[in-house]
């Protein structure tokens, strides 16, 4: 069975850093691009971060460049986002996703920016 | 960026009706264009990619149509599990966009 689950959520001060992990199963890793997408409480979906097969390429929406980083672990078929300087702002649930056409999702995990 | 434009942002249906989204890129997209769906406090699901191409396992009530900037999602026969938030998402360029949502409701 193809699974994502994320981990690292939690609540954290503005200007403050998490670590997100997204670790996957049941697929192939190098064979598909992996992302981040995050919800604000009753917003709707914004995508965050995308990384290639190889970690070799990432791209990242503008509101989280300088401050977010995508990184993958080829041998723990997992992915992660730093959240650095983070704002009231970054409060969201934040998804992973597997494929450009985010063929699955994980569950979520919840990111409180707040003091 | 490319925008995405869905309509409505709402609508109200009963069961059993054939119910249709549209959405709007605001640049060709050729049929990079995905389908949604979000239940209340759920993880989102995939429904349909390549603009037409059903996921496996979802329902074949569910159809997608369109290239170029102008797509549409149609439910043919709406059931009570249907009833919940979709989005489109284009996998053209980057960012990668999404729609504003639309929200299916009795």
């Known amino acids: 069975e193809v699974q994502l689950v994320e981990s690292g959520g939690g609540l954290v001060q503005p200007g403050g850093s998490l670590r997100l992990s997204c670790a996957t199963s049941?697929?192939?890793?190098?064979?598909?691009?992996l992302n981040w997408v995050r919800q604000a409480p009753g917003k709707g979906l914004e995508w965050v971060a995308n990384?290639?097969?190889?970690?070799?390429?990432?791209y990242y929406v503008d509101s989280v460049k300088g401050r977010f980083t995508i990184s993958g672990d080829y041998v723990k078929k997992s992915f992660y986002l730093q959240l650095n300087s983070l704002r009231a702002e970054d409060t969201a649930v934040y998804y992973c996703?597997?494929?450009?056409?985010?063929?699955?999702w994980g569950q979520g995990t919840m990111v409180t920016v707040s003091s | 960026d490319i925008q995405m434009t869905q309509s409505p942002s709402s609508l109200s249906a009963s069961v059993g009706d054939r119910v249709t989204i549209t959405c709007r890129a605001s640049?060709?997209?050729?049929?990079?264009l995905a389908w949604i769906q979000q239940k209340p406090g759920k993880a989102p699901k995939s429904l349909i990619y390549?603009?037409?191409t059903l996921r496996s396992g979802v329902p074949s009530k569910f159809s997608g149509s369109g290239s170029g900037t102008d797509f549409t999602l149609t439910i043919s026969s709406l059931q009570p599990e249907d009833f919940a938030t979709y989005f489109c998402?284009?996998?053209?360029?980057?960012?990668?966009?999404f729609g504003g949502g639309t929200k299916v409701e009795v």
């Open positions: 390549g603009a037409s």
């Open positions: 640049q060709g997209i050729s049929n990079s």
């Open positions: 990384i290639n097969q190889d970690g070799s390429e990432t």
């Open positions: 998402q284009q996998y053209n360029s980057y960012p990668l966009t």
């Open positions: 049941g697929f192939t890793y190098s064979s598909y691009r």
């Open positions: 996703g597997k494929g450009v056409a985010f063929e699955i």
